[in-house]
């Protein structure tokens, strides 16, 4: 059973920095290309960062600079550190695997940038 966790979301204040884990199983997560996608309240889900199966990444205009994807094969798991966060990065985070998702969808981690 293919299964995605993610973790790591809170509340933070402007300009904090969170780092957003997502744990895969019942997959070889090593040979798909991995993505974190957001949904912020009444918008789409759209996708913020990518990274290939050989580690190449990849992000949306709005995060390049502050955002950094990573993978660590061995654990399945997909990492987002994110740095200099802004209230507009507010939304559930997910990951899934890469730009055409097709693996289920996990329960995401909210992240929230407020003061």
């Known amino acids: 059973q293919v299964q995605l966790v993610e973790s790591g979301g809170g509340l933070v204040q402007p300009g904090g920095s969170l780092r957003l884990s997502c744990a895969g199983s019942?997959?070889?997560?090593?040979?798909?290309?991995m993505a974190w996608y957001r949904q912020a309240p009444g918008k789409r889900r759209e996708l913020v960062a990518v990274?290939?199966?050989?580690?190449?990444?990849s992000y949306k205009d709005s995060v390049q600079g502050r955002f950094i994807i990573s993978r660590d094969n061995a654990a399945n798991t997909v990492y987002l550190q994110m740095d200099s966060l802004k209230p507009e990065d507010t939304a559930v985070y997910y990951c899934?695997?890469?730009?055409?998702?097709?693996?289920?969808w996990g329960q995401g981690t909210q992240v929230t940038v407020s003061s």
């Open positions: 899934n695997n890469g730009v055409r998702p097709s693996l289920p």
């Open positions: 019942g997959i070889i997560f090593s040979i798909y290309a």
């Open positions: 990274i290939t199966s050989g580690g190449s990444p």
